[in-house]
């Protein structure tokens, strides 16, 4: 019976023998891996409140400073899309420890650059290094927890995730208006050196990998270089596309409809040659499964939302309302608080409650966040754009957790780096195009609501002659000469009419957000139930569906209880 409980713990999808705990209590290990997690997310976001002075600070166009967060997305997504190969082949510590240590350089001479493109090119090699740590944490904690604790094990890791995010603009605020830009980076230096000493000393190579690895290697390590190739060559066209979209004229630039036509054709071609590898470099068979390709989109959709809104918020309260960087980062800060005291929360409702019933509520609080946010006006104040990120907050858990969760049901052991690195390449690719899709509509409103309301600045207008009289006459009650006053009060009307041009786009940026998650609701609906007694995945059927009782007093069974009761039934291997 004790093979036959081995056996079945390996075929469920958990043993022992994967932990990468070792001695060590694996909470202690969730949380070390956490440390570099919340790293590398909080790096996704804490330049954000920070481009309008690297702008300055380097000479370029605040629109152009936005490559500073989507070259950094895309390497990253690019490297998750094989992490979980590269994982398996070098081993996941090793390959963990390169991947924080090419984060922790590369953040220093990030710190260190002279130009914007020298600035791209290091957040382009910081991307590389912490895409592939995603892949390799989530398959430790995976692996080193039984499905029935693995609710709470995200959940620390889920800290990490969603609420380093919610806190990178505060940090990064503070940080520039006190010291400079450069810090934004270089604070990732001392944090990357204590993640390589703990990981170095705490986690331990899983006997279980060891094998999968050396399996693989005695087959011969074959390299799945056209695959690769179509994968950096796809989304990096992507995100050229949506980066430079808007201001080429979209595809009445011919340099767009090419990299657009590239991309296209790189990830339709990836399709056929990945289904018919024998060692992918991305398991596509997994988009197949009901199951996973539901959480995929999802984790696309919160992706595209949590990032392009960490973006969008402080652009729009720095450069409509004049907050300061760090008043502009702290207007998002009260929702960290939320997250994390319903993170453990939600751990726990992952165990008892079906996750597309958690991931269908968090998302429809997290379209309400947005539609609140379309009452936007002039006169906001400082609560109003901190409640709208305290309910955005509040759902984030319901979707992170449930996705995370639900992903791995069904998926083999063997194939849980894969399923990691797809996951959250959805969240990266998902955060890149909505930062760009939010920019673009952002331009392209713009431009939409200044035509229609110009209409009504016309000197023959009834309203803006009336307008103009009752502004001249205030200026000359402040003192202004006549012809003075009358500049002033068409300077006025201008520059109102231009704020009111920008309120009405980002009005129209919130409402985009809020359907695309209303489109997650459905989605999530899609899902299966899963087996929420987590225990009973112990065991399960190989050969024969046939049940047999056993005797409780006279076997011991791994993982379970008799509850009292004679018998119990379970399936034979």
């Known amino acids: 019976m004790t093979d036959t409980t081995q056996d079945g713990a390996s075929a469920g999808g958990w043993s022992p023998e994967r932990s990468a705990a070792g001695g060590h209590n694996p909470y202690l290990i969730a949380f070390v891996v956490s440390i570099a997690t919340f790293m590398e997310v909080l790096d996704t976001t804490i330049a954000n409140v920070a481009l309008r002075h690297i702008a300055g ?76 740590m995603a892949t390799s944490e989530q398959a430790i904690l995976a692996d080193s927890f039984p499905p029935e604790k693995r609710g709470q094990a995200f959940a620390i890791y889920g800290v ?53 690895r050396e399996k693989l290697l005695s087959k011969g390590v074959q390299v799945d270089y056209i695959g690769f190739a ?41 399709i056929p040659w990945e289904l018919t590898r024998e ?53 998002l800060s009260p929702g960290g608080i939320a997250t994390l005291m319903l993170m453990p929360v939600v751990g726990r409702l992952v165990s008892t409650v079906q996750p597309k019933y958690l991931i269908m509520f968090g998302a429809t609080v997290v379209a309400f966040s947005m539609w609140h946010l379309t009452g936007l006006n002039g006169d906001i104040t400082y609560g109003y754009a901190a409640l709208a990120r305290v309910f955005l907050a509040i759902g984030l858990p319901f979707l992170f957790l449930p996705v995370t969760t639900a992903s791995y049901d069904g998926v083999p052991s063997d194939k849980t780096n894969q399923a990691s690195a797809l996951i959250n390449v959805a969240r990266n690719i998902g955060g890149s195009m909505g930062v760009a899709l939010a920019q673009t509509v952002l331009a392209q409103r713009q431009q939409f609501h200044q035509s229609r309301l110009i209409e ?3 000197p023959s207008d009834l309203g803006y002659q009336q307008t103009i009289d009752a502004m001249t006459r205030y200026f000359q009650a402040q003192g202004s000469n006549p012809s003075d006053a009358a500049a002033q009060a068409i300077a006025w009307v201008g520059k109102t009419l231009q704020q009111q041009v920008d309120f009405l786009a980002y009005i129209d940026v919130f409402w985009m957000l809020a359907i695309i ?7 999530a609906a899609v899902l299966r139930p899963i087996d929420l007694g987590a225990p009973a995945r112990g065991i399960r059927p190989r050969h024969s569906l046939r049940a047999e009782r056993i005797d409780c007093d006279a076997v011991s069974v791994d993982g379970f209880e008799c509850g009292g009761h004679p018998a119990r039934t379970i399936f034979p291997t």
């Not at 940090?171 to 934004?184: A, F, K, N, P, R």
């Not at 973006?311 to 004049?322: A, K, S």
């Open 57 to 132: 600070g380097l000479a370029v166009g605040i629109d152009e400073s936005t490559y500073v967060i989507t070259s950094y997305l895309v390497a990253n997504a690019i490297v998750l899309s094989i992490s979980g190969w590269l994982s398996t082949v070098i081993g996941r510590k090793r390959f963990y420890m390169i991947c924080v240590a090419t984060f922790t350089i590369s953040s220093l001479l990030c710190g260190f650059a002279w130009n914007l493109q020298s600035l791209v090119l290091f957040r382009i090699l910081q991307g590389l290094g912490g895409g592939g």
């Open 160 to 212: 990490a995730v969603v609420v380093a995010p919610v806190i990178g603009p505060t940090l990064g605020g503070w940080i520039t208006d006190t010291y400079s830009w450069h810090w934004v980076f270089l604070i990732n230096v001392p944090m990357g050196l204590l993640s390589l000493f703990l990981v170095g000393r705490l986690v331990k190579e899983p006997s279980g990998a060891e094998e999968e």
């Open 230 to 270: 179509l994968v950096a060559i796809g989304l990096g066209s992507l995100e050229y596309v949506l980066d430079e979209g808007q201001r080429n004229d979209w595809f009445g630039s011919n340099m767009i409809i090419f990299f657009a036509v590239l991309s296209a054709v790189s990830l339709l071609a990836l």
């Open 279 to 331: 060692e992918p470099i991305i398991d596509l068979r997994l988009l197949g499964r009901r199951q996973f390709a539901a959480c995929f989109l999802v984790m696309l959709g919160t992706g595209a939302v949590l990032i392009s809104t960490t973006q969008i918020l402080p652009q729009l309260l720095q450069t409509e309302l004049n907050y300061t960087a760090l008043l502009a980062g702290l207007a």
């Open 456 to 458: 009504h600045a016309a």
């Open 517 to 523: 998650a209303v489109l997650m609701i459905p989605t």
